[in-house]
C-alpha cells in the first residue's frame, strides 16, 4: 500500500534552518508529483511547495519563496523540503502529499503522510 513518512521536524530558533525528508513507498514514486503542505491549530492545510515528477517545475506560496527549497531523489523515492531563515509564523505540522492530481493529469486517490511538527522559537 502507499505509505508517505516524513521525518526532519523539530524545535529551531528564528532564522535557524530545518530539512524535512518524506520516504514515499508502494507506488512508482518517479512518476508522480509530490507536494509539502502544513496546518496550524484552527487553519485549513495550506500548500507550502511543489515539484514535478522529474524535478523540473516547482511552484512555492508567495511567504516561503527564497527561503524554502523543494527538491527530490527519485533514486531515494524521496522528496525533501529545505527551510532557511525561519520564522515564527513558520511553525506548524508539516504533511507530505500525494496529490490526487497534477497538471491536469488525475493520479487517483489522495494520499498523505503522518505530518512532522516544526517549531520555531526562542
Known amino acids: 500500500q502507499v505509505q508517505l513518512v516524513e521525518s526532519g521536524g523539530g524545535m529551531v530558533q528564528p532564522g535557524g534552518s530545518l530539512r524535512l525528508s518524506c520516504v514515499a513507498s508502494?507506488?512508482?514514486?518517479?512518476?508522480?508529483?509530490m507536494a509539502w503542505y502544513r496546518q496550524t491549530p484552527g487553519k485549513e492545510r495550506e500548500l507550502v511547495a511543489s515539484i514535478s515528477s522529474t524535478g523540473s517545475n516547482t511552484d512555492y506560496r508567495d511567504s516561503v519563496k527564497g527561503r524554502f527549497t523543494i527538491s527530490r531523489d527519485n533514486a531515494k523515492n524521496t522528496v525533501y523540503l529545505q527551510m532557511n531563515s525561519l520564522k515564527p509564523t513558520d511553525t506548524a505540522v508539516y504533511y507530505c502529499?500525494?496529490?490526487?492530481?497534477?497538471?491536469?493529469?488525475?493520479?487517483?486517490?489522495?494520499?498523505w503522510g503522518q505530518g512532522t511538527q516544526v517549531t520555531v522559537s526562542e
Open positions: 508502494g507506488f512508482p514514486f518517479s512518476t508522480y508529483a
Open positions: 502529499r500525494r496529490p490526487p492530481e497534477y497538471g491536469g493529469r488525475d493520479y487517483g486517490p489522495d494520499y
